[in-house]
């Protein structure tokens, strides 16, 4: 007999998030090689919104979150890892359509 599935659905004002995969290696804007094994302190990273909670406003899902991936609660799905945070703990959105963007893009 095969097992149900079960959807994930989000609560309240809760976000899930997929992480960009971070590479081993990376350029900096002048073309400066930087080791994986360099951390950067208090970086933001960017990944993509998976699932929101009824009562999240301002992000939907398929948009790209900033956030700062320290201290956020880690889930694990299909050998795949998914953070969850509040709302509130997001820092941007980067979206097609705005009203009061900063000028940059993705």
């Known amino acids: 007999m095969e097992e149900p599935k079960f959807e ?3 609560l309240h004002d ?3 998030i997929s992480m960009e995969q971070e590479a081993g ?3 900096s804007g002048s073309g ?3 080791p994986a094994t360099v951390k950067m302190a ?3 990273a960017w990944g993509e ?3 929101v909670g009824t009562n999240v406003r301002s992000v939907k899902v398929g948009d790209k979150v900033l956030f700062n991936p320290e201290d ?3 889930v694990e799905v299909h050998a795949r890892i998914y953070l969850v945070m509040r709302e509130r703990d997001l820092h941007a959105v980067a979206t097609q359509e705005t009203d009061h963007g900063t ?3 993705l």
């Open 14 to 16: 809760r976000v899930m």
């Open 42 to 44: 208090n970086r933001l």
């Open 25 to 27: 290696e990376r350029r």
């Open 49 to 51: 919104v998976c699932g």
């Open 72 to 74: 956020q609660f880690e």
């Open 8 to 10: 994930i659905q989000m």
């Open 32 to 34: 400066i090689v930087i």
């Open 103 to 105: 000028g940059l893009y």
